[in-house]
């Protein structure tokens, strides 16, 4: 299955691939690492539930594709 969501934000270009390469753990998951070039892999996890990426596609400032290639997705319930 693959699974595709567009979004608008009121920021630069710059400032938005930041958030999505540099900074997901300050909006997303706890993320282990950001990514800088095609071939890169992270994971992002909430408490037990996990996934890991790949990044396919990287240009700076305009574009990054992430494949998603593991995960875990048994979330806690509060």
């Not at 408490?47 to 997705?73: H, M, N, S, T």
Request: hydrophobic fraction near 35%; charge should be negative.
């Amino acid at each position: 299955m693959d699974y595709k969501k567009e979004i608008t934000f009121q920021v630069s270009p710059k400032e938005l691939f930041n958030a999505i390469t540099q900074e997901l753990e300050l909006w997303w998951g706890k993320t282990d690492k950001g990514v800088y070039e095609v071939g890169d892999e992270f994971k992002t996890s909430f408490g037990k539930a996990y996934w890991k990426f790949r990044i396919l596609k990287f240009v700076p400032d305009q574009v990054v594709v992430w494949e998603c290639i593991d995960g875990q997705p048994e979330f806690e319930h509060e």
